[in-house]
């Protein structure tokens, strides 16, 4: 049984603040434990935006570092996933900023039109999955972003550092690529 199930089958609150604690000894042991426990939905969360295992590996290994680095300032309060799935996040969108090439995109203004909902709920997750890791990585990124974390154009700008009008502007590009792929499968009702 991996560690992951052990903790959420037992569900005991005691046994996360234990690796958490051990965490804060330094504990190898901890680290490794608690990693692991968390790795599946992590690793969900950054090959999201990063497509390529090797980096999404990296990313995630920065990311973790850094929370093993600030797991004192973690205090019990609230979700530790939520804590932790933040930094990650942090992780990813310093990897983004510093790979994706913003400069001199050209700012359009067009009303998207969204894939109905039944043509998606269609798809196998793994298909649609795939087609938006397919997106340049900008515009895969700032897609991810406003669509699965929820966040404002406002919030995506000041992450990467790009303004609230080019973050609609890849939110515009990704839906109507994802709409025009979405189409060529052929998988909406006539």
Sequence with gaps: MSVALAYTITGHASELEELINGCIRNERSAQEKLYRLFYPKMMAL???????EEQAEEVLNNGYLRAFQKIKQYN???SFE?????IIFHAVADYVKQHAKYSNQILLVEKDELVHKDHADRMYYDQLLKLVQALPEATRTVFNMYVMEGMTHKEIGVLLGISEGTSKWHLSEGR????????????HVK
Excluded: A, N, S
């Design 46 to 52: 950054v090959r999201r935006y990063i497509d390529h």
């Design 76 to 78: 019990f309060q609230g």
């Design 176 to 187: 109507r690529v994802l709409k025009e792929k979405i189409e060529k499968l052929e998988l």
């Design 82 to 86: 939520g804590w932790i799935r933040k």
